[in-house]
Protein backbone atom coordinates (compact mmCIF):
# COMPACT_ATOMS: atom_id res chain seq x y z
CA UNK A 1 0.00 0.00 0.00
CA UNK A 2 0.90 3.95 -0.28
CA UNK A 3 2.30 5.87 2.17
CA UNK A 4 2.74 9.79 1.68
CA UNK A 5 6.40 11.33 2.34
CA UNK A 6 7.79 14.42 2.76
CA UNK A 7 9.71 15.79 0.34
CA UNK A 8 9.73 19.54 1.07
CA UNK A 9 8.35 22.45 3.08
CA UNK A 10 4.74 23.06 2.23
CA UNK A 11 2.81 25.29 1.73
CA UNK A 12 4.67 26.65 -1.19
CA UNK A 13 4.68 31.04 -1.35
CA UNK A 14 1.20 32.45 -3.31
CA UNK A 15 2.44 35.47 -4.41
CA UNK A 16 0.79 38.42 -6.58
CA UNK A 17 1.83 39.51 -9.98
CA UNK A 18 0.70 43.03 -9.84
CA UNK A 19 2.61 44.39 -12.77
CA UNK A 20 1.68 42.09 -15.30
CA UNK A 21 -2.14 41.98 -14.25
CA UNK A 22 -1.62 45.62 -15.29
CA UNK A 23 -0.16 44.81 -18.43
CA UNK A 24 -2.39 42.45 -19.36
CA UNK A 25 -5.43 45.04 -18.30
CA UNK A 26 -6.93 42.50 -15.30
CA UNK A 27 -6.43 44.10 -11.81
CA UNK A 28 -3.60 44.61 -10.02
CA UNK A 29 -5.02 42.31 -7.18
CA UNK A 30 -6.69 39.48 -9.81
CA UNK A 31 -3.36 37.09 -10.50
CA UNK A 32 -1.20 35.68 -8.46
CA UNK A 33 1.66 32.93 -8.87
CA UNK A 34 1.44 29.74 -7.10
CA UNK A 35 5.37 29.33 -6.82
CA UNK A 36 5.72 25.31 -7.22
CA UNK A 37 8.73 25.62 -9.04
CA UNK A 38 10.10 26.38 -5.54
CA UNK A 39 9.44 23.07 -4.06
CA UNK A 40 12.92 22.13 -1.89
CA UNK A 41 14.13 19.34 -3.68
CA UNK A 42 16.64 18.96 -6.38
CA UNK A 43 16.27 22.86 -8.14
CA UNK A 44 12.34 22.73 -7.70
CA UNK A 45 9.33 21.95 -9.74
CA UNK A 46 5.44 20.39 -9.62
CA UNK A 47 7.28 16.36 -9.99
CA UNK A 48 8.03 17.17 -6.01
CA UNK A 49 4.40 16.77 -5.17
CA UNK A 50 3.47 13.50 -7.23
CA UNK A 51 6.68 12.03 -6.03
CA UNK A 52 5.63 12.21 -2.24
CA UNK A 53 2.89 9.68 -3.08
CA UNK A 54 5.25 7.51 -5.61
CA UNK A 55 8.19 7.21 -3.63
CA UNK A 56 5.95 6.72 -0.10
CA UNK A 57 4.45 3.87 -2.00
CA UNK A 58 7.90 2.56 -3.47
CA UNK A 59 9.10 2.60 0.41
CA UNK A 60 6.11 0.89 1.50
CA UNK A 61 6.75 -2.16 -1.10
CA UNK A 62 10.22 -2.15 0.00
CA UNK A 63 12.10 -0.93 -3.10
CA UNK A 64 15.65 -0.11 -3.12
CA UNK A 65 15.62 1.30 -6.56
CA UNK A 66 13.36 3.77 -8.57
CA UNK A 67 13.50 3.38 -12.18
CA UNK A 68 11.64 5.90 -14.65
CA UNK A 69 11.17 7.26 -18.07
CA UNK A 70 11.28 10.50 -19.40
CA UNK A 71 12.88 13.08 -22.16
CA UNK A 72 16.49 13.46 -21.97
CA UNK A 73 15.37 17.09 -20.55
CA UNK A 74 12.65 15.50 -17.82
CA UNK A 75 12.49 17.13 -15.17
CA UNK A 76 10.79 14.51 -13.59
CA UNK A 77 13.74 12.20 -13.93
CA UNK A 78 15.77 15.07 -12.27
CA UNK A 79 13.73 15.15 -9.43
CA UNK A 80 13.52 11.00 -9.11
CA UNK A 81 17.04 10.96 -8.91
CA UNK A 82 16.94 13.82 -6.11
CA UNK A 83 14.26 12.03 -4.23
CA UNK A 84 16.47 9.03 -4.54
CA UNK A 85 19.69 10.67 -3.55
CA UNK A 86 17.74 12.36 -0.45
CA UNK A 87 16.35 8.78 0.63
CA UNK A 88 19.74 6.81 -0.04
CA UNK A 89 17.57 4.48 -2.99
CA UNK A 90 19.09 3.89 -6.06
CA UNK A 91 18.07 5.45 -9.32
CA UNK A 92 17.50 4.28 -12.66
CA UNK A 93 16.58 6.90 -15.35
CA UNK A 94 15.84 5.51 -18.52
CA UNK A 95 16.21 7.82 -21.84
CA UNK A 96 15.48 7.73 -25.49
CA UNK A 97 18.43 8.67 -27.94
CA UNK A 98 22.02 7.92 -27.04
CA UNK A 99 24.47 10.23 -25.31
CA UNK A 100 25.69 11.63 -28.06
CA UNK A 101 21.77 13.02 -29.71
CA UNK A 102 21.91 14.88 -25.64
CA UNK A 103 22.57 17.98 -27.28
CA UNK A 104 25.29 19.57 -24.82
CA UNK A 105 24.34 17.28 -22.32
CA UNK A 106 23.22 20.64 -20.42
CA UNK A 107 20.57 21.08 -17.96
CA UNK A 108 18.28 18.44 -16.76
CA UNK A 109 21.34 16.24 -17.23
CA UNK A 110 23.88 18.12 -15.49
CA UNK A 111 22.02 17.50 -12.27
CA UNK A 112 21.16 13.30 -13.32
CA UNK A 113 24.71 13.17 -13.25
CA UNK A 114 25.10 15.55 -9.74
CA UNK A 115 22.87 13.59 -7.85
CA UNK A 116 24.49 10.11 -8.87
CA UNK A 117 21.52 8.34 -11.23
CA UNK A 118 22.23 6.23 -13.35
CA UNK A 119 21.45 6.62 -17.45
CA UNK A 120 20.15 4.04 -19.90
CA UNK A 121 19.91 5.50 -23.40
CA UNK A 122 16.96 2.72 -25.11
CA UNK A 123 17.79 4.42 -28.72
CA UNK A 124 15.22 5.34 -31.10
CA UNK A 125 12.31 3.92 -31.50
CA UNK A 126 8.61 4.40 -30.52
CA UNK A 127 7.36 5.81 -27.21
CA UNK A 128 6.83 1.96 -26.51
CA UNK A 129 10.01 0.94 -27.04
CA UNK A 130 11.16 3.31 -24.31
CA UNK A 131 8.15 2.43 -21.89
CA UNK A 132 9.93 -1.62 -22.58
CA UNK A 133 13.07 -0.63 -22.08
CA UNK A 134 12.37 0.53 -18.23
CA UNK A 135 10.68 -2.77 -17.96
CA UNK A 136 13.69 -4.86 -18.90
CA UNK A 137 15.77 -2.74 -16.63
CA UNK A 138 13.76 -3.52 -14.04
CA UNK A 139 13.72 -6.99 -14.83
CA UNK A 140 17.23 -7.28 -15.22
CA UNK A 141 17.61 -5.50 -11.38
CA UNK A 142 15.82 -8.49 -10.05
CA UNK A 143 17.55 -10.79 -11.69
CA UNK A 144 20.11 -9.12 -9.56
CA UNK A 145 18.57 -9.69 -6.69
CA UNK A 146 17.54 -5.70 -6.79
CA UNK A 147 13.77 -4.43 -5.58
CA UNK A 148 13.33 -1.90 -8.88
CA UNK A 149 9.94 0.22 -8.59
CA UNK A 150 8.81 1.34 -11.99
CA UNK A 151 7.65 5.02 -11.24
CA UNK A 152 5.57 6.39 -14.79
CA UNK A 153 6.35 8.70 -17.95
CA UNK A 154 5.53 11.88 -15.80
CA UNK A 155 4.93 10.61 -12.25
CA UNK A 156 1.64 10.45 -13.67
CA UNK A 157 -1.16 7.87 -12.13
CA UNK A 158 -3.87 8.23 -9.91
CA UNK A 159 -1.11 7.84 -7.43
CA UNK A 160 0.95 10.45 -8.17
CA UNK A 161 -1.40 12.73 -9.17
CA UNK A 162 -2.55 12.92 -5.47
CA UNK A 163 0.15 15.75 -5.08
CA UNK A 164 -1.88 18.22 -6.70
CA UNK A 165 -5.24 17.05 -4.82
CA UNK A 166 -2.81 18.07 -1.85
CA UNK A 167 -1.30 21.25 -3.90
CA UNK A 168 -5.07 22.37 -4.91
CA UNK A 169 -6.16 21.60 -1.38
CA UNK A 170 -3.53 23.85 -0.28
CA UNK A 171 -4.17 26.77 -2.92
CA UNK A 172 -7.93 27.10 -1.49
CA UNK A 173 -6.64 27.75 1.93
CA UNK A 174 -4.64 30.58 0.89
CA UNK A 175 -7.29 31.73 -1.79
CA UNK A 176 -10.77 30.38 -1.37
CA UNK A 177 -11.99 32.71 -3.92
CA UNK A 178 -9.88 31.31 -6.91
CA UNK A 179 -11.65 31.27 -9.97
CA UNK A 180 -9.07 30.30 -12.13
CA UNK A 181 -5.39 27.90 -12.31
CA UNK A 182 -3.95 28.00 -15.12
CA UNK A 183 -1.38 25.03 -15.29
CA UNK A 184 0.47 23.33 -18.14
CA UNK A 185 -0.26 19.80 -19.12
CA UNK A 186 2.39 17.31 -19.82
CA UNK A 187 1.56 13.81 -19.21
CA UNK A 188 -1.84 15.28 -17.38
CA UNK A 189 -1.46 14.47 -13.58
CA UNK A 190 -1.20 18.11 -12.46
CA UNK A 191 -4.24 18.65 -14.09
CA UNK A 192 -5.87 15.68 -13.03
CA UNK A 193 -5.03 16.49 -9.14
CA UNK A 194 -5.94 20.17 -9.15
CA UNK A 195 -9.59 18.81 -10.53
CA UNK A 196 -9.90 16.96 -7.99
CA UNK A 197 -9.30 19.18 -5.24
CA UNK A 198 -10.90 22.11 -7.01
CA UNK A 199 -13.26 20.79 -9.77
CA UNK A 200 -13.64 21.14 -13.71
CA UNK A 201 -15.18 24.31 -14.00
CA UNK A 202 -11.55 26.17 -11.90
CA UNK A 203 -8.81 24.70 -13.85
CA UNK A 204 -7.89 25.60 -17.24
CA UNK A 205 -4.85 23.39 -18.72
CA UNK A 206 -2.47 24.37 -21.69
CA UNK A 207 -1.70 21.30 -23.39
CA UNK A 208 2.19 21.13 -24.42
CA UNK A 209 2.35 18.98 -26.83
CA UNK A 210 3.64 15.64 -25.15
CA UNK A 211 0.88 13.77 -25.52
CA UNK A 212 -1.34 13.00 -28.81
CA UNK A 213 -4.72 13.41 -25.81
CA UNK A 214 -4.43 15.74 -23.01
CA UNK A 215 -7.90 15.42 -22.11
CA UNK A 216 -8.01 12.13 -22.36
CA UNK A 217 -4.65 11.62 -20.46
CA UNK A 218 -6.30 14.27 -18.06
CA UNK A 219 -10.00 12.74 -17.22
CA UNK A 220 -8.39 9.04 -17.10
CA UNK A 221 -6.01 10.19 -13.88
CA UNK A 222 -8.74 12.69 -12.57
CA UNK A 223 -11.15 9.24 -12.80
CA UNK A 224 -9.26 7.04 -11.28
CA UNK A 225 -8.26 9.68 -8.00
CA UNK A 226 -11.89 10.81 -7.62
CA UNK A 227 -13.77 7.27 -8.23
CA UNK A 228 -15.99 9.17 -10.62
CA UNK A 229 -16.23 9.59 -14.44
CA UNK A 230 -14.56 12.42 -15.64
CA UNK A 231 -15.72 13.32 -19.06
CA UNK A 232 -12.88 14.76 -21.66
CA UNK A 233 -15.15 16.98 -23.11
CA UNK A 234 -16.25 18.68 -20.04
CA UNK A 235 -12.60 19.85 -19.52
CA UNK A 236 -11.02 22.84 -20.16
CA UNK A 237 -7.54 22.02 -22.33
CA UNK A 238 -6.76 24.74 -24.42
CA UNK A 239 -4.57 23.22 -27.51
CA UNK A 240 -3.35 26.43 -29.06
CA UNK A 241 0.01 26.59 -27.42
CA UNK A 242 1.58 23.67 -29.26
CA UNK A 243 2.85 25.22 -32.19
CA UNK A 244 5.43 23.20 -33.85
CA UNK A 245 5.45 20.49 -31.07
CA UNK A 246 6.65 19.42 -27.87
CA UNK A 247 9.74 21.25 -26.96
CA UNK A 248 10.07 23.47 -29.87
CA UNK A 249 9.91 27.14 -29.29
CA UNK A 250 7.46 28.96 -30.90
CA UNK A 251 7.07 32.57 -30.80
CA UNK A 252 3.99 33.28 -28.28
CA UNK A 253 5.75 31.01 -25.64
CA UNK A 254 9.27 33.63 -26.05
CA UNK A 255 7.05 36.49 -25.73
CA UNK A 256 5.21 34.91 -22.85
CA UNK A 257 8.04 34.33 -21.09
CA UNK A 258 10.01 37.80 -21.49
CA UNK A 259 7.17 39.47 -20.14
CA UNK A 260 7.06 37.35 -16.85
CA UNK A 261 10.64 38.02 -16.93
CA UNK A 262 10.68 41.39 -17.79
CA UNK A 263 7.48 42.34 -16.08
CA UNK A 264 7.42 40.33 -12.48
CA UNK A 265 11.31 39.24 -12.13
CA UNK A 266 9.93 35.21 -13.04
CA UNK A 267 11.57 32.81 -15.13
CA UNK A 268 9.69 30.31 -16.68
CA UNK A 269 11.11 27.85 -19.32
CA UNK A 270 9.75 26.84 -23.05
CA UNK A 271 8.26 23.26 -23.06
CA UNK A 272 5.92 23.71 -20.35
CA UNK A 273 5.82 26.34 -17.49
CA UNK A 274 6.32 29.10 -20.62
CA UNK A 275 3.46 27.56 -22.66
CA UNK A 276 1.30 27.36 -19.71
CA UNK A 277 1.71 31.60 -19.65
CA UNK A 278 1.13 31.94 -23.26
CA UNK A 279 -2.21 30.07 -22.63
CA UNK A 280 -2.87 32.28 -19.91
CA UNK A 281 -2.47 35.40 -21.75
CA UNK A 282 -4.56 34.44 -24.83
CA UNK A 283 -6.93 33.14 -22.31
CA UNK A 284 -7.36 37.05 -21.16
CA UNK A 285 -7.89 38.25 -25.01
CA UNK A 286 -10.18 35.73 -25.37
CA UNK A 287 -12.50 36.68 -22.57
CA UNK A 288 -11.76 33.06 -20.91
CA UNK A 289 -10.52 34.97 -17.94
CA UNK A 290 -11.67 38.28 -17.28
CA UNK A 291 -11.24 41.42 -15.05
CA UNK A 292 -12.61 40.77 -11.38
CA UNK A 293 -12.03 36.83 -11.37
CA UNK A 294 -8.85 35.67 -9.15
CA UNK A 295 -6.44 33.90 -11.12
CA UNK A 296 -3.46 31.39 -10.22
CA UNK A 297 -0.96 30.38 -12.65
CA UNK A 298 0.70 27.15 -11.66
CA UNK A 299 4.18 27.66 -11.67
CA UNK A 300 5.60 24.11 -12.43
CA UNK A 301 9.40 25.42 -12.70
CA UNK A 302 11.10 23.50 -15.27
CA UNK A 303 14.07 26.30 -14.76
CA UNK A 304 16.94 23.61 -15.68
CA UNK A 305 15.48 22.52 -18.59
CA UNK A 306 15.79 26.37 -19.90
CA UNK A 307 19.72 25.48 -19.77
CA UNK A 308 19.69 22.82 -21.68
CA UNK A 309 17.32 24.44 -24.49
CA UNK A 310 19.60 25.19 -27.34
CA UNK A 311 17.32 27.15 -29.07
CA UNK A 312 16.34 29.23 -26.03
CA UNK A 313 19.96 29.77 -25.04
CA UNK A 314 21.00 30.98 -27.80
CA UNK A 315 17.56 33.25 -28.27
CA UNK A 316 18.41 34.72 -24.81
CA UNK A 317 22.06 35.58 -25.71
CA UNK A 318 21.70 37.44 -28.79
CA UNK A 319 19.02 39.44 -27.46
CA UNK A 320 21.42 40.90 -24.40
CA UNK A 321 20.89 44.92 -24.09
CA UNK A 322 24.30 46.44 -24.60
CA UNK A 323 25.52 49.44 -21.81
CA UNK A 324 27.32 51.66 -23.88
CA UNK A 325 29.92 53.86 -21.62
CA UNK A 326 30.49 57.57 -22.45
C1 LIG B 1 6.12 17.77 -16.08
C2 LIG B 1 5.94 19.24 -16.09
C3 LIG B 1 4.68 19.82 -16.31
C4 LIG B 1 3.46 19.02 -16.66
O1 LIG B 1 2.98 18.24 -15.61
P1 LIG B 1 2.12 16.94 -15.93
O2 LIG B 1 1.64 16.49 -14.63
O3 LIG B 1 3.07 15.96 -16.59
O4 LIG B 1 1.04 17.31 -16.87
C5 LIG B 1 4.58 21.19 -16.26
N1 LIG B 1 5.65 21.95 -16.01
C6 LIG B 1 6.87 21.45 -15.80
C7 LIG B 1 8.00 22.38 -15.56
C8 LIG B 1 7.06 20.06 -15.82
O5 LIG B 1 8.29 19.56 -15.62
Redesign the pocket.
Known amino acids: MSGKIALSTWPTPLEPMPRLARALGLGEGDLWAKRD ?1 LTGLGGG ?3 VR ?1 LEWTVGGALAEGADTLVTTGAAQ ?3 ARLTAAAGARLGLDVVLVFPGTPESATGGSGNLVLDGLFGARIFWAGDGEPSTLAQAAEDVCEQLRREGGRPYLIPF ?3 SSL ?2 RG ?1 VDGGNELLVQLPEVRHVV ?11 LIGALGEERVL ?1 VH ?1 G ?1 VSEPASA ?1 AGFAGGLTGRSVTPGALRVRTDQVGAGYGVLNEPVLEAMRTAATLEGIVL ?1 P ?3 GR ?1 MAGLIQAVRDGDVRRGERTVFLH ?3 LP ?1 LFGHAQTVHRCVTALHGFKAV
Open positions: DGNKKSNHGGSGAYVAVGSGGTMAGGCAVDVYSASGGG
